[in-house]
Structures are given as structure tokens and as C-alpha cells.
């Protein structure tokens, strides 16, 4: 089994706290779906679109110097965890065209399942800050190790804002592993990242930029980097007076948090 097919896991990526994805948080579980996001956007179309759930939040990603986030490696390792956090956010249904096939994930959600298709959660609002710390080339690909911090990223529930379920302080400790498949037969390949002008919403590669690549992993298991904290330092950086958990009643706002511009972004198709 893979750590994709654990939802205890899945939480743990993003919130430090091992949870089963499927036991969320009283106050969201009462929290009705829109109406307007029961279809998949990923599923219902050749191009993926952007859901409505995400379309107030954004991703900022950096990196260590030497690292290209433009680079085909830092194009992979952006597309996949972005898919992973909108996984655990929305649903599988939504990440990424390609994501679900090239990291074996499952549907259904359940304890021994995988993320749950859609969680029924959101709107989103607020940003997530991303940031590749290592890269390391292997014989079939490269594995990579980064860290995601959600602190200032909110959900929308009976009219308030309040903590979402991947929000917390010190930043989630992620390890990956790509490697290439050759495989290219599922169509064209996907046009190459460039630098896009900031926007303040939600961006996503249109096409599949998976093909080609098996990605596993996500959580660090790693007893080397695991639990070290190595993704604190760079956190603190970002939210220096934020507390290592968030507890899900930590607050319940009437303003949203700040929407910081994506970086570096996605090509927009319709340019």
C-alpha cells in the first residue's frame, strides 16, 4: 500500500496531526455544498478548470537557490502538490488531469480508503505557500523534498471564516518520488510552464502534466527528514507568531484573510 492510500496519512501532509481525512471538523460537515460545484470540473471536461471552491485562494511557491520552479522538475513537483492539497480540500475528483492515475490514488474516502471524491467543503479563500528545499536526481527521474504551509488559507462556513482543515504552523514536511514512464500515448504533451503575470486567483496547468511520470509518496516517512523540523525555520519566516497547531475552533472571522497574487503561476490557455 501506498502512503496515497492511507487517509490518516493524507492529513498529516498538510496538518501535522494524524487524521483520518474522512473525520473532519464538526462546523464543516454542516456546511451544505454549493449548489454550483456538484460537477467535477477535472472529470467533466478535456481542459481542466478551475473549481469554484478554489477560485478566491492561491498557491505562492519558492524554492532554495539552484532550484527552477519552471524547470521540468519544479513544474511536477508544483502540479502534484497542488493536486495533493486540493485533494485533501475538495476532493479527488477535482486535482489535476492526469494526477489520479500517476499517483495511484483512490476515491471513495474511508478509513482505509484513499482522499474522499468530494468532500463537500468550501468556498476557500486565503493563500497557500509552497517551497521546494531539495531535489535530488535519481536513475528514472528525482526525488524531492518541499514543505506547504496553509496558514493563510480559510473556509467559508455559515457566512464566517474559519480555520481550514489543512491549515496549521509549521509547515508540512512532503517527500516525492517521480519517475519516468515514457509513456506518451494519452496525447499531446501539455505546452511548457512560463512565467504568467501575478494573479489573485486560483491558477492550474490546463493540460496533464503528469504524462509521462508515476509520482509517489507525498508525506515524509523518511526517518532521516521526518519530524525534524526542517520545515519550520522557512515557516516561521512567512508567520513567525503562528502556534505549531490550529486548533479547528481557533477563530470564526467576518472578513476573509488577505489573497496574495499566485506565483509563479500557470500558463492561461485563453492568452
Known sequence: MTVLEGPRIFVAALATMLIVVTACDSVADDNPTPEENTVPSGHATESYVVPD?????????????GIDLLSTEGTLVRASE????????????YTYLGFANSSNSRGGGGLFGGFEDDTGEGPY???????????????????????????????????????????????????SSFTRTGDLTAG????????????????????????????????????????????????????????????KDAYAKDTPPPVQPAYPGWPDPAS
Open 53 to 65: 471552491q478554489l477560485r478566491d485562494a492561491t498557491m505562492v511557491w519558492s524554492a532554495e537557490p
Open 125 to 175: 479563500v486565503g493563500t497557500i505557500h509552497g517551497h521546494i528545499q531539495k531535489i535530488v536526481p535519481t536513475k528514472n527521474g528525482f526525488d524531492v523534498l518541499s514543505c506547504v504551509l496553509a496558514v493563510g488559507l480559510d473556509k467559508l462556513v455559515d457566512g464566517r471564516f474559519v480555520p481550514s482543515r489543512i491549515t496549521e504552523g509549521d509547515g508540512g514536511e512532503q517527500r
Open 188 to 247: 499531446p504533451e501539455s505546452p511548457p510552464s512560463e512565467p504568467v503575470p501575478d494573479r489573485p486567483h486560483w491558477q492550474a496547468p490546463a493540460g496533464n502534466e503528469f504524462r509521462g511520470w508515476t509520482v509517489d509518496g507525498f508525506v515524509d516517512l523518511d526517518p532521516a527528514t521526518a519530524g525534524s523540523g526542517r520545515c519550520v525555520p522557512w515557516a516561521r519566516s512567512l508567520h513567525p507568531e503562528t502556534p505549531a497547531v490550529i486548533p
Open 82 to 93: 497542488e493536486s495533493f492539497a486540493i485533494g485533501l480540500m475538495i476532493g479527488l475528483d
